[in-house]
């Protein structure tokens, strides 16, 4: 958009009242900002609680400057680059104006959203790194909300992990918050995408938490919750799954723990119970989506400046090796494994006499195929045998 239009966009989100249902039914009116600037009567009758004033030009002013100084990407419903998912998910409700730090190429990919407490416990903090390791393994983008707790941890494991992440913040893109998560904005501003409906300047406030975790839900093809009390905001990211037609998952907790009454209760009333990365990978499944994942995976590269961090981490993460010789070698090993009957990890580990991370890795890709699949009680084998 030029940059007339632009401000004039600013102007209506910066009106105090206006919601996106009416800002978004003002540009379909009128064709754009500009034009329904030009009806004030209308912008009293759908909500604004004020005209544009000195104030709210200020506002705008101080925006524009950031967009400048913070390099800011700027997307509209009726611009490229804008999530599809939203305008199809949240139709008249989709925000009418987003605004992104990074990489905006990822709003097409596969994505997970991974939330849960912000009070994490080192049960939750070893059950976010292993599923976020996992996942981001498999060539999922790990969406969170940049939170204090178990988003924080699945940011940083997925950049660890050398994956994509992107957060979604319920404040403008300009502020550092929480300001224990500077560091981590700063690094997925860098290597992934940081993405708001609010103004860059916007602080935040209690009501802009659930209309992010909508986003949050709107963008993801599956919601992941990992330790959540009984009013935690992850649930209604769960919640909004569920009303999105979205896979909701939930991660189990130790009985009795406060940490753990929301995830369980979200089993018991149906939320899908995952305990292994397979079991998320499984309940994703539908058709084209391994093909796709696989070429998320492969179009990542290692990053110069991560060399160090890569060879710390690389014991512990599960690396799928789908395009280089020894993967494809321990895939056929693996396949060769499991060809004449169904057996468990270790069965497969001791028959192949491979690691157990290339073991893993080999079984992943084969589930990605479609070429083998997982039984309750861990056994398992292809699907064409």
């Known amino acids: 958009m ?19 249902r009416a800002f978004n039914r003002l540009i379909a009116e009128h064709g754009s900002a500009a034009a329904a600037l030009r009806a004030p009567a ?45 305008s199809r998910r949240l139709e008249d409700a989709a925000p ?43 060539g999922l983008c790990i969406l969170s909300g940049l939170a204090l707790g178990v988003d924080v941890v699945a940011h940083e494991t997925a950049l660890e992990a050398g994956g994509d992440t992107i957060a979604v913040l319920g404040n403008g893109v ?25 103004l860059p300047e916007q602080r935040p406030a209690p009501h802009h938490f659930p209309e992010r975790n909508l986003i949050l839900a709107a963008l993801s093809e599956g919601v992941l919750v990992i330790e959540a009390g009984e009013r935690s905001g992850a649930t209604i990211t769960a919640n909004h799954a569920g009303d999105l037609n979205i896979d909701a998952m939930a991660v189990p907790g130790p009985v009795g723990r406060p940490s753990s009454a929301g995830t369980n209760r979200m089993i018991r009333e149906g939320v899908v119970c995952v305990t292994c990365v397979a079991d998320v990978l499984e309940t994703m499944d539908q058709d084209g989506r391994a093909e796709r994942l696989t070429r998320q995976r492969e179009r990542r590269q290692p990053r110069a400046d991560d060399s160090a961090g890569a060879a710390s981490v690389g014991a512990a993460c599960v690396d799928t090796g789908g395009v280089d010789a020894a993967g494809t070698d321990a895939v056929r090993t693996v396949r060769g494994a499991i060809r004449s009957a169904p057996r468990q990890l270790d069965e497969i580990i001791a028959a192949t006499r491979l690691p157990a991370a290339q073991v893993l890795a080999a ?18 084998e292809l699907r064409d045998r």
């Open 42 to 86: 209308q912008l009293i009758e759908v909500g604004a609680k004020t005209l544009p004033d000195a104030g709210v030009q200020h506002v705008v002013v101080n925006n524009l400057r950031a967009i400048e100084r913070d390099a800011i990407t700027v997307l509209a419903p009726d611009h490229a680059g804008y999530p599809r998912r939203l």
């Open 96 to 138: 009418p104006l987003l605004f992104t730090i990074g990489n905006v190429r990822l709003l097409r990919d596969v994505a997970i959203a991974i939330v849960g407490s912000r009070k994490i416990s080192e049960y939750g903090r070893t059950v976010t790194e292993d599923f976020t390791r996992g996942l981001s393994d498999a």
């Open 174 to 198: 300009s502020v550092r918050y929480p300001a224990a998560n500077s560091a981590v904005q700063r690094s997925i501003e860098q290597h992934g995408l940081v993405l708001s409906q609010y």
């Open 2 to 20: 030029d940059s007339a239009e632009l401000t004039a966009r600013l102007t209506l989100r910066a009106l105090p009242g206006l919601r996106d």
């Open 363 to 380: 079984l992943l890709d084969l589930e990605l195929e479609g070429a083998a699949r997982q039984h309750p009680g861990g056994r398992y």
